[in-house]
């Protein structure tokens, strides 16, 4: 591994090796092989991972009869999950013997989560099945929202106040007619804080006040979204997209794109290594320490150690992982439990220690899910910290007793404090500048900007390090909406007691089918994928129409496929339909 290359880097090798169906059965690079083994419907059963020196590591994956996810098996032990007869998890077994409890409405909205009959938090829904109410302990926390179904107020109150007094904490949010966040009011009990937000005619922010620290920043960006210091000719450096300059900050880039030297009055030199995978494995600072990171066969991080200069190590930090979303970390002997926002990567608690002595501690999050405040379940805050527009820490305040480190940032992302970068998911993000470390793996087709994080922190958000998405809950499905899209349009048998689309009368055979090869999972995840992206939306010259349009493309096990995808419309055929809710999906040519 070179991490500051004297010559030209030889090129990266992936070799695939594929079945007779096509199903991808090996993948050969300079540090390894890894084997993928399926079922006979095309399920992944196993990962197996094997380096250069014979270590092994190995996943395995069992499903139920519709293709739900029932177990995954790794190193470090077991997750069991179980679902009810709608498709809905409602039990996650960790490893370590706790059971993750969730509790529906008939609609198929969360309504409480519970650790192994603790309650976490309970949530009440309008009629629009938007959340209204949540219980964190002893704090409730009250939404209310304006006409066009944004977020207007937070307010947080103790159970012991009366509701006739003004909540003890009041967020209000204001936007701009393309709904652009341009307005925050943060009214605590010692202070109150305003932060106004400016954006450009392209919607990234140019500008933000903070009445709280006094502070202004303003931004400034080149036609391909790269930040530069300041509008005048000159300001900053930028080739092929890979920004060199910016305040007092200057980077080096290897033949592949990847930032492998970053200087800066902070920290000083930092060098960067990475393996066959692209994936950042070594930090070099210029104190001596070295951070090594180790990852699991499907590319999520299990481990990062750090070492002095005479590599005596300083701390090893595990973690655990539900699909893509972390689940717990491992430190000191100390075990911490991440609970999450329903399906999202918004957090909703922290579960610090096991047994008798777990503490449960609530996350109170900005409206784009970064962590501003943690609670005790007494309603005790114990951290809180602010931030500048793009995720840097700007001033961070603790309990002396809460030895904890609360590193969760963006919505999938976590705090490295050995580098300052965001880990996050398959790239690293670095919050002084506002984008990713290495390209886009997709090339092109993740846009022109292979490094861009998103137009704006406040409106987008990207948990994977792959595809931004706005910041808002999303499109998710009804269980009658998503009966009515696998019933009509699908060539697969659906949801329970739902006959397949082949044996309908013709009908009932509405709009075309999708691609054969995809399953029903697939298009589930292809229509959310569509609807999620606010460039997908066109305007419907349909006389009466009141919901939403979009069309894009998704590729799913291999096909690619444009789709139309409705929202928000009340459809009287379709249960549980209504702002927020996909109503229908087809495809189109």
Request: glycine content about 10%; aromatic content about 10%; charged content about 25%.
């Amino acid at each position: 591994m070179a991490i500051v290359p004297e010559t030209p880097l030889a090129p990266i090798v992936h070799r695939l090796e594929r079945d007779a169906v096509g199903r991808l059965i090996a993948r050969i690079t300079d540090d390894g092989r890894t084997n993928y083994t399926h079922d006979p419907l095309d399920q992944l059963t196993a990962v197996t991972f094997s380096d250069l020196q014979g270590n092994t590591q190995t996943l395995s994956f069992a499903y139920d009869a519709l293709g739900q996810l029932l177990e995954e098996q790794s190193a470090a032990g077991s997750l069991h999950h179980h679902y009810d007869e709608l498709g809905n998890l409602i039990q996650t077994q960790l490893p370590d013997g706790r059971w993750i409890n969730r509790l529906y409405y008939g609609s198929g909205h969360l309504h409480q989560i519970n650790l192994n009959g603790q309650v976490i938090s309970d949530f009440e829904r309008d009629r629009l099945h938007r959340e209204v109410l949540r219980t964190q302990g002893q704090i409730s926390t009250r939404s209310e929202y304006d006409r066009s179904g944004r977020l207007r107020s937070r307010q947080r109150r103790h159970t012991s106040q009366p509701s006739l007094m003004p909540a003890a904490v009041q967020k209000h949010f204001e936007y701009d007619p393309a709904d652009n966040l341009i307005g925050k009011l943060d009214q605590q009990p010692a202070a109150q804080h305003r932060q106004l937000l400016h954006y450009d005619a392209t919607g990234r922010i140019i500008a933000s006040q903070d009445s709280l620290h006094g502070q202004r920043e303003t931004f400034a960006y080149d036609a391909a979204a790269n930040l530069l210091d300041g509008p005048q000719p000159g300001a900053g450096l930028v080739v092929h997209n890979k920004l060199l300059t910016y305040q007092d900050k200057r980077y080096r880039y290897d033949a592949f794109g990847r930032m492998i030297e970053k200087r800066s009055a902070k920290r000083g030199l930092q060098r960067f290594g990475y393996d066959a995978e692209s994936r950042l494995i070594e930090v070099r600072n210029e104190n001596g320490s070295v951070l090594r990171m180790t990852y699991d066969p499907l590319g999520r991080r299990i481990e990062k150690t750090e070492h002095d200069t005479n590599g005596y190590p300083l701390g090893e930090t595990r973690f655990t992982w539900d699909g893509l979303r972390l689940l717990q970390e491992h430190r000191h002997q100390q075990t911490s439990l991440y609970l999450y926002e329903d399906e999202g990567y918004e957090p909703l608690a922290r579960v610090d220690g096991t047994g008798p002595l777990q503490k449960i501690r609530y996350y109170h999050n900005d409206l784009n899910g970064l962590p501003e405040q943690l609670t005790e379940a007494d309603g005790h805050n114990v951290w809180q910290a602010t931030y500048r527009v793009w995720g840097n820490t700007l001033e961070e305040v603790r309990e002396p007793y809460y030895i904890e480190e609360q590193n969760l940032r963006f919505q999938g992302q976590y705090l490295d404090r050995e580098t300052g970068l965001h880990f996050n998911t398959f790239r690293f993000y670095d919050p002084d500048v506002g984008r990713f470390t290495t390209p886009d793996p997709i090339g092109l087709a993740g846009g022109l900007n292979f490094y861009q994080y998103g137009p704006n922190p406040s409106s987008w958000i990207d948990p994977a390090g792959l595809s931004t998405c706005s910041s808002g809950k999303g499109y998710k499905f009804s269980f009658g909406s998503l009966r009515h899209i696998l019933r009509r349009h699908s060539p697969h048998v659906g949801p329970p007691k739902q006959l397949p689309y082949s044996a309908m009368k013709p009908s009932r055979q509405k709009g075309s089918l999708f691609p054969a090869g995809w399953s029903n999972r697939d298009i589930a995840k292809a229509t959310k994928e569509v609807a999620n992206n606010p460039s997908n939306q066109v305007i419907s010259n349909r006389e009466g129409f009141s919901g939403k349009v979009f069309e894009g493309t998704s590729t799913q096990s291999g096909a690619t496929q444009k789709i139309r995808v409705i929202t928000d419309h009340a459809d009287p055929h379709i249960g549980g339909t209504g702002p927020g809710v996909i109503t229908s999906s087809i495809p189109i040519k």
